[in-house]
């Protein structure tokens, strides 16, 4: 949750006019700052747009699609921080399976458990952070394992590009974490698994058995 609400009077200014949004919000002073002017934009383009709206419905899409962009400026203004690079050689050569991840608790957690079973399982590792992604043909790899939360209801932009100009996708496996850990990307036709999570370090070992079955389903298909 980004604030915490003010209790009803204190959302009002002296002269019983609401506050503005980010006051009655208590947000961080930088964060403040950047709602103000998300929210600033937002007014502006509703009030631009509303004239040559013929009715109120089309409006309010208009209305919702730009609210929708103004939740996707966090990730483009303070993404997530990518995971450290790492990577380890199992001997006789074994598939190597590329770990591309954002950098929280909960998902170095992850990445870790998938480290110890995968050298218990005679696989060699590489890790990278998801912007390193930019440099990736999945095919190079037995299977790619891709950990980015979901943001405004969406991938995060770099593995949507990621994505986008594979020619091979069916060793890539998304585990992407949301607040409910339900949210799953639409496959549209690609060959893809997703896996869904919440972010709960108590769910760790349970993603991790899902995820490493999907990539031996993966490289026996490649064998």
């Avoid at 208590?26 to 040559?52: D, G, M, Y």
């Avoid at 730009?66 to 790492?86: H, M, N, T, V, Y």
């Amino acid at each position: 949750m980004i604030g915490k609400m003010i209790p009803e009077p204190q959302n009002r200014r002296a002269d019983g006019k609401l506050k503005p949004l980010t006051a009655v919000l208590k947000f961080p002073a930088a964060s403040a700052i950047f709602a103000e002017r998300v929210l600033s934009r937002l007014r502006a383009s509703f009030n631009r747009l509303r004239p040559h709206c013929r009715s109120m419905s089309a409006f309010r899409l208009i209305a919702v699609l730009l609210l929708l962009q103004g939740c996707a400026a966090p990730q483009r203004f303070w993404p997530q921080k990518d995971i450290a690079g790492s990577e380890t050689s199992v001997p006789g050569g074994g598939p190597v399976v590329l770990i591309a991840s954002r950098d929280t608790d909960f998902k170095k957690s992850v990445v870790t458990k998938l480290h110890e079973q995968l050298a218990v399982e005679g696989f060699s590792q590489k890790t990278i952070g998801i912007k390193a992604l930019s440099n990736v043909e999945a095919s190079d790899y037995g299977a790619v394992v891709v950990i980015s939360p979901c943001l405004a209801w969406g991938l995060d932009d770099d593995v949507r590009t990621f994505l986008a100009r594979q020619r091979t996708d069916q060793n890539i496996i998304l585990l992407t974490t949301s607040g409910s850990g339900a949210w799953l990307p639409e496959k549209g036709g690609k060959g893809f698994d997703a896996v869904s999570a919440a972010s709960e370090m108590t769910d760790a070992d349970t993603v991790v058995r899902k995820v490493m079955t999907i990539v031996h389903s993966r490289v026996r298909e490649l064998k």
